[in-house]
Nanobody
Framework: QVQLVESGGGLVQAGGSLRLSCAAS????????MGWFRQAPGKERVFVAAISWSGGRTYNGDSVSGRFTISRDNAKNTVYLQMNSLKPEDTAVYYC????????????????WGQGTQVTVSS
């Protein structure tokens, strides 16, 4: 089992920044590919970013490319999502996920999920 706990969400004005953290525990999490997804009320869960287990490859969703950056520190078992130039449409619950197969862009690629952290961007 892998346990994931997100933190760092909150309320921010448009144009501001936040950094989300995902602390992982359990199995050798450094061997897991990690991803961030988000879900707004009444909408499907959407891919935000993913990173390979080594950190050597990263992928961004089209809506956040150039504004969000995913990174990881395997020594700390933590994955980060740096979010800059935030927009009101970025408002959602952000979820961290782990996969032992692929750093994919769909929820079904992931085996473990955190509880989520709320990000609200005001205009």
């Amino acid at each position: 089992q892998v346990q994931l706990v997100e933190s760092g969400g909150g309320l921010v004005q448009a144009g501001g920044s936040l950094r989300l953290s995902c602390a992982a525990s359990g199995r050798t999490v450094s061997r897991y590919h990690m991803g961030w997804f988000r879900q707004a009320p009444g909408k499907e869960r959407v891919f935000v970013a993913a990173i390979s287990w080594s950190g050597g490859r990263t992928y961004n969703g089209d809506s956040v490319s150039g504004r969000f950056t995913i990174s990881r520190d395997n020594a700390k078992n933590t994955v980060y999502l740096q979010m800059n130039s935030l927009k009101p449409e970025d408002t959602a619950v952000y979820y961290c996920a782990a996969s032992n197969r692929v750093a994919g862009d769909t929820p079904r690629a992931y085996d473990y999920w955190g509880q989520g952290t709320q990000v609200t961007v005001s205009s």
